[in-house]
């Protein structure tokens, strides 16, 4: 199958494309009938078996060692460093909060984050005492400029530097090996955010050097809400400890005070129960993005990009908000629209033209996630609706959504 068959076979499993132009999984991708499918079948055994007989233990133990395999061959990681949580804040939380760090100490981090990593890095200066740096980012910096950002934020006191790969507020591609090397060479972990990568930008973590790396299954994979995995270098294992426990962080234990606390084990992060129609749909969705090719995703997903900068750069009020160099360009693409507020944009573009993209309020942009199965038509749908919006103006009976909310 050739990309365009495979891009154009996806669009066919993908039946909200069909009623709509869904430019919005940075924030949550469009179900897909495999995805469905494994879910339907889960849930089908558990129907006709119960939850606990041995035909359906079976199923959730052999589709959760095959998660943990596909998500490394994902990530570039071996399946004994992943663990599987419940979305990417909840990844990075374990990261961040598993490390010892004690009030004085230094956390790096970036303006350009979601509150699932900065948020977590603010409880960290308030409950610990951290001194928190913020790097300053822009959608326009080289890869070179942020580079020499996070070495004039990074320095010896420095114990944390917690990042998104992709940014979701400005879209860019920041250079994680180079700021994960400087950051070792300091003597600092690297936590990584990476809700807006996985299924999206192909990934190495052995290659890049981090320490951890959380990503969901919800986003640019596709898959179910409800389920993330999280990377921890096995080195590094030991040196995060479990935040919240159960028997599973336990090497050993008794009911006469013996116990034994798990170490070495990725599997100490997992608290308890997850769902096994969220597990089997999680696991549908890696491989089916493993068969799409990684490169080849990565390559569609900047030339929708470039072909949706084009296109927008021909309408009089708007401008760019995401990188326009090749270095940092992602599948996110942002743009401002004249004064309107991006939340009414947003909201227009879904209720008069069927285009569901997100505002970024932060840098008063439009998102559009841009993903393999999306056409040069969806752009033409989105610049068209912003044309009018322009044009006719956003009807009064359009009201922002709540921040956080519908938008
Ligand atoms: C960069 C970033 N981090 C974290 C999150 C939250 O992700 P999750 O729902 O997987 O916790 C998002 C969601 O948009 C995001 O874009």
Same mark, same amino acid.
């Given at each position: ?60 133990? $052999?589709? *959760? &060692? ?8 994902? #990530? @570039?990681? %071996? !399946? ?114 990476? $809700?807006? *990568? &996985? ?8 290659? #890049? @050097?981090? %320490? !951890? ?195």
């Amino acid at each position: 199958m050739s990309d365009q068959e495979r891009w154009a076979w996806l669009r066919e499993q993908t039946p909200v494309l069909r009623d709509y132009v869904y430019l919005n999984c940075g924030w949550s991708g469009p179900l897909s009938y495999p995805v469905v499918e494994a879910m339907r079948r889960r849930l089908d055994l558990e129907l006709w078996h119960g939850p606990t007989t041995r035909t359906v233990m079976d199923d959730r133990q $052999a589709t *959760t &060692a095959r998660l943990r395999e596909a998500s490394a061959r994902m #990530l @570039g990681a %071996d !399946a004994d460093e992943i663990a599987i949580t419940g979305n990417t804040t909840e990844g990075v939380n374990i990261a961040v909060n598993g490390l010892d760090l004690r009030a004085g100490d230094g956390i790096v981090t970036t303006t350009a984050e979601h509150g699932g990593g900065i948020v977590p890095a603010y409880f960290l200066r308030e409950r610990r005492g951290c001194e928190l740096r913020l790097v300053p980012l822009e959608a326009e910096c080289s890869p070179g400029e942020v580079l020499e950002r996070f070495d004039q934020a990074i320095d010896a006191n420095t114990r944390l530097v917690l990042l998104s790969e992709i940014t979701y507020s400005t879209g860019q591609l920041l250079p994680l090996a180079e700021i994960s090397r400087l950051a070792h060479a300091r003597g600092a972990s690297v936590v990584v955010d990476g $809700a807006q *990568t &996985a299924g999206h930008v192909p990934i190495d973590v052995h290659a #890049l @050097g981090v %320490d !951890a790396y959380a990503v969901p299954s919800h986003k640019w994979l596709c898959g179910p809400d409800g389920l993330g995995m999280l990377y921890v270098r096995r080195e590094r294992i030991a040196g995060f400890d479990p935040v919240k426990v159960s028997g599973r962080a336990a090497a050993s234990y008794d009911f006469e005070g013996g116990f034994e606390p798990e170490r070495e084990k990725v599997t100490k992060f997992e608290v308890s129960t997850t769902s096994g129609p969220v597990v089997a749909g999680t696991l549908a969705a890696v491989e089916q993005y493993l068969e799409s090719g990684p490169v080849a995703v990565w390559d569609r997903v900047r030339d929708l990009n470039r072909a949706a900068e084009a296109r927008f750069a021909n309408i009089p009020g708007v401008a760019p908000a995401s990188p326009c160099i090749d270095t940092t360009r992602s599948g996110l693409f942002l743009v401002t629209v004249g004064e309107e507020d991006p939340g009414r944009v947003a909201a227009y573009l879904q209720r008069d033209h069927r285009v569901v993209a997100r505002a970024v309020r932060q840098y008063n942009a439009v998102r559009l996630s841009l993903h393999a199965y999306n056409t040069e038509a969806d752009i033409e749908r989105a610049a068209t609706g912003i044309e009018q919006a322009l044009s006719e103006g956003i009807p009064d009976d359009i009201l922002a959504p709540v921040p956080g909310g519908a938008e």
